[in-house]
């Protein structure tokens, strides 16, 4: 069974930094693209970056380009989000999310999400 | 940039009625369209991807999918008080892939 867990949200002051994790199982990670997509308090998702099976190539919301960082570690299983000069309209639930492939593709598991608060 | 827009924006039927959400691309997209269920407070769950197949292990054959270019549907037959959600349409056609405003079906 597909288990996708995330943890390092939180409240972070505008301009600060925050680093979310993800850990998977069930499945070889190694084999897909992935993705984190957010969902701001009553509004649909979002989709914010991916990051191919091999790490090789990565894609970005033009809101959060030069500001987050996706990256992957296969070996541990573990995918993150480091983000950077937060903003106001980064809070958000933000989700770890499997794509069957890299760009062109629908999300078929996903996290519980971590909450993220930016405020002053 | 692909606008995407869904009908209606909320709806409210009996356990029991057939309900059919409309989401409408601005420009064509393929069969490149999913659709999510969004249980409150949980994340949200594929039902349906290529336009019309159902994901494996959604048990709920109740719902199911149509259209291609820019109009699809998606029809719950006999809503369960179960269904009680929010449903988004995605495109994934190009990059990025987009999301629907959402559908928010109540039970009457």
């Known amino acids: 069974q597909v288990h996708l867990v995330e943890s390092g949200g939180g409240v972070a002051q505008p301009g600060t930094s925050l680093r979310l994790s993800c850990v998977a199982s069930?499945?070889?990670?190694?084999?897909?693209?992935m993705h984190w997509v957010r969902q701001a308090p009553g509004k649909g998702p979002e989709w914010v970056a991916a990051?191919?099976?091999?790490?090789?190539?990565?894609y970005y919301v033009d809101s959060v380009k030069g500001r987050f960082t996706i990256s992957r570690d296969n070996s541990k299983n573990t995918l993150s989000l480091q983000m950077s000069s937060l903003r106001l309209e980064d809070t958000a639930v933000y989700y770890c999310?499997?794509?069957?492939?890299?760009?062109?593709?629908?999300?078929?598991?996903w996290g519980q999400g971590t909450p993220v608060t930016v405020s002053s | 940039d692909i606008q995407m827009t869904q009908s209606p924006s909320s709806l409210s039927a009996s356990v029991g009625d057939r309900v059919t959400i409309t989401c409408r691309a601005s420009?064509?997209?393929?069969?490149?369209l999913a659709w999510y269920q969004q249980r409150p407070g949980k994340p949200p769950e594929l039902l349906i991807y290529?336009?019309?197949?159902l994901q494996s292990g959604v048990r709920e054959s109740r719902f199911s999918g149509s259209g291609s270019g820019t109009d699809f549907t998606l029809t719950i037959n006999s809503l369960q008080p179960e269904d009680v959600a929010t449903y988004y349409c995605?495109?994934?056609?190009?990059?990025?892939?987009?999301f629907g405003p959402g559908t928010k079906v109540d039970i009457k």
């Open positions: 069930g499945f070889t990670l190694s084999r897909y693209g």
């Open positions: 990051i191919s099976s091999d790490g090789s190539s990565i």
């Open positions: 290529a336009a019309s197949t």
């Open positions: 420009h064509a997209v393929g069969y490149y």
């Open positions: 995605q495109r994934y056609n190009t990059a990025p892939p987009d």
């Open positions: 999310v499997r794509g069957p492939t890299y760009l062109i593709t629908y999300f078929d598991s």
